[in-house]
């Protein structure tokens, strides 16, 4: 596993981006707290929404244009 983490590409990146001065730490801490913020508000959502019925678990699965 360890062998694998250092070949991780979005770490490389944020090393990346850090080294060439677009990311700051403070800046990645803010970008992590955001991302945070935005999959618990998501999963809120989800978790207090209603399961859609049944009969239409086989529609818009790939995209809404698709037609069965």
Same mark, same amino acid.
């Given at each position: 596993f360890e062998e694998w983490k250092k070949k991780d590409p979005v770490e #490389? $990146?944020? #090393?990346?981006l850090a080294k @060439? !001065? $677009?990311? *700051? @730490?403070? !800046? #990645?801490t803010r970008m992590?707290?955001?991302i945070r913020s935005a999959i618990d &508000? &998501?999963?809120?959502?989800?978790? @207090?929404s209603p399961f859609a019925p049944g009969?239409?678990?086989? *529609? @818009?699965v790939y995209s809404s244009g698709v037609r069965s």
């Amino acid at each position: 596993f360890e062998e694998w983490k250092k070949k991780d590409p979005v770490e #490389k $990146f944020g #090393k990346w981006l850090a080294k @060439e !001065g $677009f990311l *700051t @730490e403070q !800046g #990645k801490t803010r970008m992590i707290e955001e991302i945070r913020s935005a999959i618990d &508000a &998501a999963a809120k959502q989800a978790e @207090e929404s209603p399961f859609a019925p049944g009969e239409d678990a086989p *529609t @818009e699965v790939y995209s809404s244009g698709v037609r069965s």
